[in-house]
């Protein structure tokens, strides 16, 4: 299958107008994006101002069935008639195989330490961790991923337990669970849930994934692996030194922010601390 993708520069308080007239008139899909250059930062969890301004202009990407060009034309001169400041700038065809090609052909295998290795399917070799990407945040790309793997490696054993807080696509509490460990992945999106429990039968071990809030887990774990910003792991602090009998394990937490980490998960004791980049990889104790 192929299709077309007309890219339309648009007054940004009309484009959810012109896109749903276009989608009326047969187009498959519309997507509202910023024009190079204007896409601001993105706000982060401890950002308390308001959000940045929109840009009076939109990029407008707009996707038809390749036989529907004379359908999209005709639609595109409607909404140049009817909205004011509406311009093309190209047509763009589209073939799935060869994106689909591209995009595997971009993906790697990941050393998580010496023999161990994180990979997608299709470049999985025996023993391998296998992750699907792109059906949820983790696959063992990040730094702050590959550090809380690498807790997981060396904390973890057959008959201990871990809790997995963020589990993301699930490759925490997998790895947990190939070590013999009941592991138990928790998370805020439904999405990365059952994302997690199909990367865990990829891997041909059972965890257990789902929605619970941290404050309704019950009992104690011996690994608490929680890869989740600086910010949450303050508001989480107290139930995370709660769940953990052993060790817990933190990362994705800025290094300028490491200290106010430090401070919410006393009286545990730091045991571990790693800078890599602007990333701070850390490791608590009783």
């Not at 997507?31 to 202009?57: F, H, I, N």
């Not at 809790?163 to 070590?179: E, K, Y």
């Not at 994934?209 to 019950?218: G, K």
């Not at 600086?230 to 139930?239: N, W």
Request: one cysteine or more; a negative charge; charged letters at 20%.
């Amino acid at each position: 299958m192929s299709w077309v993708e007309l890219q339309l520069v648009v007054v940004g308080d009309a484009a959810e107008a012109i896109g749903a007239g276009l989608i009326e008139a047969g187009a498959i899909g519309c997507q509202e994006d910023y024009l190079p250059g204007e896409q601001p930062l993105p706000q982060q969890p401890w950002d308390t101002g308001p959000p940045p301004q929109k840009p009076e202009r939109a990029l407008l990407r707009v996707w038809w069935n390749a036989g529907d060009r004379g359908v999209a034309e005709r639609a595109v001169a409607w909404a140049k008639r009817t909205f004011e400041g509406v311009e093309s700038l190209c047509w763009v065809a589209v073939d799935d195989q060869g994106w689909g090609d591209a995009w595997r052909a971009s993906a790697v295998r990941i050393q998580i330490i010496d023999g161990s290795y994180v990979s997608p399917p299709w470049l999985a070799e025996p023993g391998d961790l296998i992750i699907e990407p792109g059906m949820a945040f983790g696959t063992g790309d990040h730094p702050t991923t590959l550090s809380c793997l690498r807790a997981v490696l060396k904390y973890g054993n057959g008959g201990k337990t871990c809790l997995d807080v963020g589990t993301g696509s699930g490759i925490l509490a997998i790895a947990a669970a190939r070590l013999g460990m009941a592991a138990w992945g928790v998370d805020i999106d439904p999405e990365s849930a059952r994302a997690a429990l199909d990367n865990a039968r990829l891997n041909q071990v059972q965890i257990q994934a789902d929605l619970t809030p941290l404050e309704r887990v019950d009992g104690r774990f011996d690994l608490v692996v929680a890869n989740v910003f600086a910010e949450v792991l303050v508001v989480l602090a107290e139930d995370l030194k709660r769940v953990t009998s052993g060790h817990l394990a933190v990362a994705g937490v800025l290094a300028d922010r490491a200290d106010t980490v430090v401070t919410a998960l006393a009286p545990m004791r730091l045991v571990s601390r790693e800078e890599e980049g602007d990333w701070c990889h850390m490791g608590f104790g009783w």
